[in-house]
Nanobody, 124 residues
Framework: QVQLVESGGGLVQVGGSLTLSCADSGRDSRTYAMAWFRQGPGKEREFVATFKNAGPVAYYADSVKGRFTISKGNAKNTVHLQMSSLKPEDTAVYYC?????????????????WGQGTQVTVSS
């Protein structure tokens, strides 16, 4: 089965940059659609970015468009999230998610596999 592990979180200042990574450490041979979600303090888990249905086109939440870039890693079921121009509002636990084919790519309810999350804190 799929076992996702995120890395790269940390503390950055406003306007700074940070890159997150997610990799599947499991032995599943299938290719999964992978996405980034985040959950800030007292907030619902929200969509950040994905390659829809593991395709070539990236989709982003309006709040991160132009600042975040999702990319595929060389290894199967590996993705990165390059974040720049970070704002305090970006402070959250960032989660990597995967599913064979999410019915709604932006909805966390349709992803079956999740990593433990990595904390990103943007200080003012």
């Amino acid at each position: 089965q799929v076992q996702l592990v995120e890395s790269g979180g940390g503390l950055v200042q406003v306007g700074g940059s940070l890159t997150l990574s997610c990799a599947d450490s499991g032995r599943d041979s299938r290719t999964y659609a992978m996405a980034w979600f985040r959950q800030g303090p007292g907030k619902e888990r929200e969509f950040v970015a994905t390659f829809k249905n593991a395709g070539p086109v990236a989709y982003y939440a309006d709040s991160v468009k132009g600042r975040f870039t999702i990319s595929k890693g060389n290894a199967k079921n590996t993705v990165h999230l390059q974040m720049s121009s970070l704002k305090p509002e970006d402070t959250a636990v960032y989660y990597c998610a995967a599913d064979e084919r999410p019915y709604q790519y932006y909805n966390a309810r349709f992803y079956d596999y999740w990593g433990q999350g990595t904390q990103v804190t943007v200080s003012s």
